[in-house]
């Protein structure tokens, strides 16, 4: 058995004890709710066969690389073998497919640690943090295994396209079939009265392009079609490079991270939470409106009239945002569960929401303060909404929330729905500034603003009449210029397959000597089902030329 063959032997055992043990350390990780001492003893196991199976083969591959080396005696061919080698390959896929589970599966991505901690318990969490596992596909490991598997699959391109170019580009295909290619090609002997003109029909008419050259007596065929079929797998291997690339500069030059943006108000900050940094946007996303969607309302929607137990459950969140660059507005619209918003290169998706323990709406009745206690009809003036982060305008005020909370009482309590606001308005009447308290009661209302001092030349009184909490929106922002890139290596790659399965390389030679015709053929692809399809045609060829010839010899 050769140092190559037992290479290989020694790369099963190692791929299957690797899986075994990973399958094994995976499931104790994120399938058991508690891992006894079969559990370890079953883990110690497996990690032992992996080091023996590893120590081996990594015995093996340096004692053969070592007779390798010794005969090559050049370390540049030696090292482009060693990274052209199939097996390569395929442990790097394998490793990248499980790296790729684990941040797509397991482990939720991009989150601070305090939430692996949580979720994971202090020690694995913290690992996990550590190796990276967290923000996997950005690990300096993954992006080094893609660059390999890129060198690896460039190695294996020129390593054998030099032959595939010969066979199918150069002049070197047109081979005379002489008695060398005779004997290694063993073609099928007819005997017939045909002549070249025939033939050369006769090998059109199965789509192939033909080449003649005669030598005295001795006219040769070649036949060929679907040769840019061989280039198929190389298209592939093109395709890949570069969707690798792209996913490189996603890696590299792409962001992912969260935009808290609270009703009415605007920002910039995108929090990369992996790495508890935050990074300034060239834009600023405005959020106009946040809603809730129940299901009887998106029913509704969709003019559908359906009962539903559940139908005050959310069905779904949303918000009209803006996008706000060197202050004018350059998009809007609209982001909902599983509905982005695209804006150049970025893509916003609505993630979560929140209250922010603020008004964000509040509906206010004013009255006059002198007519209040005489006639309260003719006291009041009118009625003004009030919005966060707004300014409204009412007769000769200018109107603003300047500060609130939802629970008077307990703040606490605010924050889970039972609602007793109070809230600050900012008043600006002829150019002096006032701030108005108002309480969800009104009694608390003209108590609190009778006792303030700077109110007693304000000759209005405010009432709370409609009021809704301020609501976040948490977006999940995006950008990744790679994406054409992996978009066009997608295509390519398609391309690719296509021509390599959809098309055939084949080829035919031909030599007329006589009235004795020999016919050899290849064929990349589906041999036998050509093979007898050449047969036939030869069949009809033989008797439209002689109709009571001899059967094809195909011995």
């Known amino acids: ?70 005969k090559k005696r050049s370390l540049s061919s030696f090292l482009f073998d060693f990274l052209a080698d199939l097996r390569l390959a395929i442990f790097i896929m394998i490793v990248l497919g499980l790296l790729s589970m684990l941040g797509s599966t397991y482990v939720q991505q991009n989150q601070p640690i305090e939430f692996y901690l949580d979720r994971f318990g202090a020690d694995v969490g913290y690992w996990l943090w550590r190796l990276w596992i967290t923000d996997v596909f950005r690990s300096w490991y993954y992006v080094g295994l893609i660059v390999l598997l890129a060198i690896n699959l460039i190695a294996c391109s020129f390593k054998r396209l030099p032959r ?31 002549t070249e003109e025939k033939v050369a029909k006769f090998l059109r008419s199965l ?8 030598v005295g007596d001795i006219t040769y065929f070649y036949a060929e079609k679907g040769k840019y079929s061989r280039l198929g797998v190389y298209v592939v291997h093109i395709g890949l490079l570069v969707i690798m690339a792209g996913a490189l500069v996603d890696a590299l030059f792409g962001i992912r991270g969260s935009v808290i ?38 029913f509704q929607r969709k003019g559908k009239q359906k009962e539903t137990p559940f139908k005050d459950a959310i069905a779904s969140f949303e918000s009209d945002i803006k996008i706000i660059q060197e202050g004018k507005v350059k998009a809007e619209g609209m982001t909902a569960v599983n509905s982005p918003f695209d804006f150049g290169t970025y893509r916003i998706f609505q993630a979560t929401y929140g209250l922010t323990g603020e008004a964000g709406r509040a509906k206010i009745s004013i009255f006059d303060k002198k007519l209040a206690s005489i006639d309260p009809r003719k006291a009041f003036i009118g009625q003004v909404e009030l919005k966060a982060g707004k300014v409204s305008e009412f007769k000769n005020m200018l ?23 109070a809230l600050v308005v900012k008043v600006l009447l002829d150019g002096k500034p006032y701030n108005v308290p108002v309480v969800y009661s009104p009694e608390l209302t003209v108590f609190a603003q009778s006792q303030m001092a700077e109110l007693a030349d304000f000759p209005y009184v405010f009432f709370l009449v409609d009021f809704e909490p301020q609501f976040f929106s948490g977006f999940q922002v995006s950008r990744q210029p790679g994406t054409p890139i992996i978009w066009f290596g997608s295509i390519l ?41 050449l047969l036939n045609s030869l069949e009809v060829l033989k008797h439209e030329s002689t109709p009571h010839g001899k059967q094809p010899n195909t011995s």
Do not use: C
Request: charged share 25%; glycine share 6%.
């Open 207 to 214: 789509g192939f392009k033909v080449y003649m050259d005669r």
């Open 164 to 194: 595939v170019w010969v066979q199918t580009f150069t002049k070197e295909r047109f081979q005379r079939l002489d008695e060398h290619l005779e004997r290694h090609l063993k073609p099928i002997s007819l005997h017939a009265n045909i």
């Open 261 to 298: 943006v609270p009703e009415g108000l605007k920002s910039d900050t995108l929090i990369i939470q992996a790495k508890e940094q935050s990074v300034k946007l060239p834009f600023q996303i405005q959020l106009e409106d946040f809603r809730i969607v129940s299901y009887e309302e998106e």
């Open 399 to 421: 109107l603003s929330i300047d500060r609130s909370t939802l629970n008077i009482e307990d703040e606490q309590k605010g924050f889970q729905g039972e609602l007793k606001p």
């Open 1 to 70: 058995m050769t140092g190559q063959e037992q290479s290989f032997r020694g790369y099963a055992l190692l791929v299957v004890s690797f899986l075994v043990f990973t399958a094994v350390l995976i499931a104790g990780l994120f399938h058991l709710e508690e891992r006894g001492i079969l559990y370890f003893a079953l883990l110690g196991g497996t990690l032992a066969l992996f080091s023996f199976s590893l120590a081996s083969y990594a015995y093996s591959i340096y004692m053969y690389l070592r007779q390798e080396y010794a």
């Open 493 to 533: 790659v398609v391309g690719g397959m296509l021509i390599a399965f959809y098309t055939v390389h084949r080829k035919i030679w031909v030599k007329l000597e006589g009235s004795t015709l020999k016919v050899a053929f290849w064929s990349h692809k589906f041999k036998e089902e050509f093979k007898k399809s």
